[in-house]
Every structure is written in C-alpha cells, then in structure tokens.
T-cell receptor, first 115, second 115 residues
Framework: AQSVTQLGSHVSVSEGALVLLRCNYSSSVPPYLFWYVQYPNQGLQLLLKYTSAATLVKGINGFEAEFKKSETSFHLTKPSAHMSDAAEYFCAVSSYTGGGNKLTFGTGTQLKVEL | DTAVSQTPKYLVTQMGNDKSIKCEQNLGHDTMYWYKQDSKKFLKIMFSYNNKELIINETVPNRFSPKSPDKAHLNLHINSLELGDSAVYFC??????????????FGPGTRLTVL
C-alpha cells in the first residue's frame, strides 16, 4: 500500500522566511505525488504535482517541491513566506485500486505565518 | 462558473435522520469522488464513480449510498445518521479516473453536524 507521512503537524515561520514542509512517501511502485493547500473553510487546491517528468516541480504561488528517490521525500518549499500562505497543506500519493485512481493523503501541516 | 460545486455548504441534523449532499462539476470530467475529512482534518476517500459507474468503494458503511444520475453529478445519501458521521465531505472530479497523474479538483465541502 502506498502512503505519505507529513512531519510536523504545525509549522510557524516569520513573514519573509523560508517555508519548508516535509513529506516522505512509501510506495512499491514509482510514486506520483501531490501537494494541496486548504484555506480556512474552503476546499483543496492543487499546488503542484510530481509525475516523473522532472524532479524539481514548480507550482503556484511561488511554491516548489523536489522529488528525492534516495530519501523517499517530496518536501514543499517557498523562499519567502507571505501572510496569505497561512493554511493547511496536504501531501498525497496517487494509487490505482480496483479499477480506479485514488489519492491517499498525509495528516496535514498547518502553516502559520507571523509578522 | 464554479468548477465543482456542492450543496448544502452546512448541514445540521439529528441522529437517525436521512440526508443528502449534492455535487455537480462543469469541467466535463469522467470521474467523480467523495472524500471525508474528520475533525482532525484527516482526508480519506469514500467512493469514486467513472461515467456513472461505481469503481471505488472504500469499506464505507452501507448507510452511505452514492448516486450518479449522469457523469456531471454525484450525490451522497446517508441513512440513519450517527454522531460519528459528523465531518466535512468533499466532492472532487478528475478527467480520467484511471490516470494516476490526473489532478483531482475539489469542491468547497459540506460540513455535516449530527446532534
């Protein structure tokens, strides 16, 4: 079974500081990985996804993530945090089961941005 | 021109009642999903439908019955509601349910509270 683990349920950074949200995966097949963001009382929005085309993936709002097979990681980064980045972030892995595709999510990381 | 919409946004009801949540997507996608987000924000797939056909059922109690009248709609009916059903339910859609790299687009969620 494929899974992802997000280290740190809460991360706090200062505005302008580097954002680093950690995600490690477990998969018996080449993984396809996603980062989604959830703003308060809203649905999930795709930030970026890894589909094996390139190990460094750039997403929306200045976020990027690097796929590292040797470390089984797909950490999300942003060079300079903005107040508007405060949200819940979810890492997910895609798997094919019973004729269909599903996302298996990590437990989420709440990002707080302080002045 | 919301891509994936859900109604209602909030639903408060008594234990034992039956309720439905509706979902519609205008993206022309073939596959739709229901996910449940619990009070700890953990997201888990419940069902997926491809062209009105059920393809994933993740050991959800049979009190939950999804119905897809056409590929743009996926409704969720819940019988005999229990306290543990309280959660946020998200509908999502993707172009092709068999593609592990497909992006899933999420609706805004329906917050169900069972009293």
């Amino acid at each position: 079974a494929q899974s992802v683990t997000q280290l740190g349920s809460h991360v706090s950074v200062s505005e302008g500081a580097l954002v680093l949200l950690r995600c490690n995966y477990s998969s018996s097949v080449p993984p396809y990985l996603f980062w989604y963001v959830q703003y308060p009382n809203q649905g999930l929005q795709l930030l970026l996804k890894y589909t094996s085309a390139a190990t460094l993936v750039k997403g929306i709002n200045g976020f990027e993530a690097e796929f590292k097979k040797s470390e089984t990681s797909f950490h999300l980064t942003k060079p300079s945090a903005h107040m508007s980045d405060a949200a819940e972030y979810f890492c997910a892995v895609s798997s094919y089961t019973g004729g269909g595709n599903k996302l298996t999510f990590g437990t989420g990381t709440q990002l707080k941005v302080e002045l | 021109d919301t891509a994936v919409s859900q109604t209602p946004k909030y639903l408060v009801t008594q234990m034992g009642n039956d309720k439905s949540i509706k979902c519609e997507q205008n993206l022309g996608h073939d596959t739709m999903y229901w996910y449940k987000q619990d009070s700890k924000k953990f997201l888990k797939i419940m069902f997926s439908y491809n062209n009105k056909e059920l393809i994933i059922n993740e050991t959800v109690p049979n009190r939950f019955s999804p119905k897809s009248p056409d590929k743009a709609h996926l409704n969720l009916h819940i019988n005999s509601l229990e306290l543990g059903d309280s959660a946020v339910y998200f509908c999502a859609s993707s172009q092709d349910g068999a593609g592990r790299t497909d992006t899933q687009y999420f609706g805004p969620g329906t917050r169900l509270t069972v009293l």
